[in-house]
């Protein structure tokens, strides 16, 4: 007769008298502990039962305990804060701009209680909620009304639907972009009901393509900036001026996607290519679209700016309704442009911009002082400061680069991947990037107040 192993499971109750469940009764909860028991013992049945002969099953003791980690780590949120030493300053993936302080203390603010979200207190009355940011948003581009959504893409949709639904969108070859996985602007353009009117070809787009595109049936002209590729060599595009020029000639609104919506000149920081918001809305365009979590350095949402006819027009069409943002996002956005009315505030208190601007001496002598306290950690074979380029990332200026020093490091065994992996998982959860067998740790990105942590989570890798 052969002994079951089945039998040699323990039950739910003798597991929740070990010392280690016990404990987690009072910090979790006890409906937590015991569907969390229950569910493993459920998978190890399975498993006894399917590899019956050999098997051992563990002890009571041992599974409480492994039931205990499994718990404590389930209990972590998937959704935590990890610290950026990719470079890549705009890191969809890593959730783009870091907020402000202020953006945070305002957003803390009102969200803890009720808020004047959508009242006038003067009057009492029922107001828009966008009436806070749309203040700053006309003051800081020129526009004349301003409305927030859930982001660009949000942004995109919406105008389109509201100012050419059921009509053509004439745009250049060179212009349908896709921005990450899961934007692509013909795609967008379906959703909104406008059809799409491609003129040109990807390299060569003419006024006169336009001209011979547009008629009865066109909503708007749309120009997109081609945020995370170029196009080089024999090219052409017809420029804002001509196009804002042909609209106004046959009445139809011109839309500027501009991406990443820098609102003060970035020039300083030797990112030239830029295009701002107040630029496009002088130079006559209709409604300008950017995002508010790239070079702005905001929360996640999508502004649109322009002619306040156009702009009452986003507002009345239903899906402004559908893609509203919350008084979080508003809050932060708010606090984040109030910065902008002094760039060199800006420059300083938004986190991007703050990271964009650090000096290469102040990134040099923080890698000097990590670079030996990381090769002294027991994982760590060497450790050498290196000069790199760091880069915007996020869609934005694939071509500009910004000068960095990054620490390369080596691991004692093991290849570069599971270092990284093992850096990624741990305790501070930190991303680098690999490059010629090394895993570099770029300070472009690291906010000074995580070099600590930086050591901490490579010293603990060796325990
Ligand atoms: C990033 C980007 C978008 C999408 O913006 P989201 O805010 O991510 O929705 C659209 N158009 C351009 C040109 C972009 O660079």
């Known amino acids: ?20 469940l016990k404990q987690l009764v009072d910090k979790v909860s006890h409906n937590v502990v015991v569907s969390e028991v229950r569910s493993f013992l459920d998978n190890l049945r399975s498993d006894v039962q399917q590899k019956t002969s050999e098997m051992r099953v563990p002890t009571a003791s041992e599974l409480a305990d492994k039931i205990a980690q499994w718990i404590v780590s389930d209990q972590r949120p998937r959704l935590r804060p990890v610290i950026n030493a990719t470079g890549v300053l705009l890191h969809t993936g890593l959730g783009r701009s ?72 004439v745009v250049s070859r060179g212009h349908l972009v896709e921005i990450g996985g899961s934007y692509r602007l013909p795609d967008v353009m379906e959703a909104s009901g406008a059809r799409l009117r491609e003129v040109g070809t990807t390299n060569k787009t003419r006024l006169s393509d336009y001209e011979r595109a547009v008629g009865e049936m066109t909503g708007a002209l749309l120009r997109v900036h081609p945020s995370n590729y170029v196009i080089r060599g024999f090219t052409e595009q017809a420029s804002l001026a001509e196009l804002i020029e042909l609209g106004q000639r046959v009445d139809v609104p011109v839309i500027d996607d501009i991406g990443s919506g820098a609102l003060t000149d970035l020039a300083p920081l030797g990112l030239t290519d830029e295009p701002m918001a107040r630029d496009s809305l002088r130079a006559g365009a209709d409604v300008v679209l950017f995002s508010g979590d790239k070079l702005l350095g905001g929360p996640q949402c999508g502004i649109a700016v322009g002619k306040r006819k156009y702009i009452e027009r986003l507002m009345k069409h239903p899906l402004a309704r559908a893609l509203r943002v919350d008084k979080l996002t508003l809050a932060a956005l708010h606090a984040t442009l109030k910065l902008y009315r002094d760039p060199a505030q800006a420059m300083a208190r938004v986190p991007l911009l703050a990271l964009a601007s650090t000096s290469l001496e102040n990134l040099t002598n923080r890698a000097q002082r990590l670079a030996p306290q ?63 067998d090394r895993l570099l740790l770029d300070l472009r990105t690291v906010f000074p107040k995580q070099d600590a942590e930086l050591i901490e989570a490579v010293q603990a890798l060796s325990r």
């Open 1 to 20: 007769m052969t002994n079951n192993p089945l039998r040699n499971i323990p039950s739910v109750n003798e597991l929740l008298d070990k010392p280690s």
């Open 98 to 169: 870091p907020l402000a302080e202020e953006a945070l203390q305002e957003a803390l603010a009102v969200a803890s209680g009720y808020s004047s979200l959508e009242v006038d207190l003067e009057s009492g009355e029922r107001s828009q909620r966008n009436q806070s940011v749309e203040r700053l948003l006309i003051e800081l581009t020129s526009g004349e009304a301003a409305f927030v959504v859930n982001n660009n893409a949000g942004a995109t949709l919406l105008t389109l639907a509201a100012l050419a639904g059921g009509k053509e969108v």
């Open 374 to 436: 990381l090769e002294a950690c027991a994982a760590i074979a060497s450790a050498e400061v290196i000069e790199d380029t760091a880069c915007l990332g996020g869609g934005s200026v694939p071509t500009q680069e910004l000068p960095t020093r990054c620490i390369a490091l080596r691991p004692v065994d093991g290849s570069v991947n599971q270092l990284a992996q093992a850096l990624r998982t741990g305790q501070h959860a930190v991303f680098g990037r690999i490059q010629q």
